[in-house]
């Protein structure tokens, strides 16, 4: 059974930073295109970065772009979301995302707030 593992959020004042970290298990990780996506309330869930199998990595809306930076260690099966300069609107619930020969699979999600 696919296992992924978030970790690192928590509440930072805007303009700080947070790395999220995701840990994989119970599947071939380096098959497996990587991705972080978020949910605010009441809001859907929106694709935020995603790093293929080779290494490249894309992130998707504008408004994190320069900001966030997402890495992979296929030796350690993990993913990581660095964030810096979070602002308010960053605020939501982060989870990370496996896509590959087996399917997609979802992790539980960690919270980040941004607030002062």
């Known amino acids: 059974q696919v296992q992924l593992v978030e970790s690192g959020g928590g509440l930072v004042q805007p303009g700080g930073s947070l790395r999220l970290s995701c840990a994989a298990s119970?599947?071939?990780?380096?098959?497996?295109?990587m991705s972080w996506y978020r949910q605010a309330p009441g809001k859907e869930r929106e694709l935020v970065a995603e790093i293929t199998t080779a290494g490249r990595s894309i992130m998707y809306p504008d408004s994190v772009k320069g900001r966030f930076t997402i890495s992979r260690d296929n030796v350690k099966n993990m993913v990581y979301l660095q964030m810096n300069s979070l602002k308010p609107e960053d605020t939501a619930v982060y989870y990370c995302?496996?896509?590959?020969?087996?399917?997609?699979?979802w992790g539980q999600g960690t919270q980040v707030t941004v607030s002062s």
């Open positions: 995302n496996a896509r590959g020969p087996m399917g997609n699979f």
């Open positions: 119970r599947f071939t990780f380096s098959r497996y295109s």
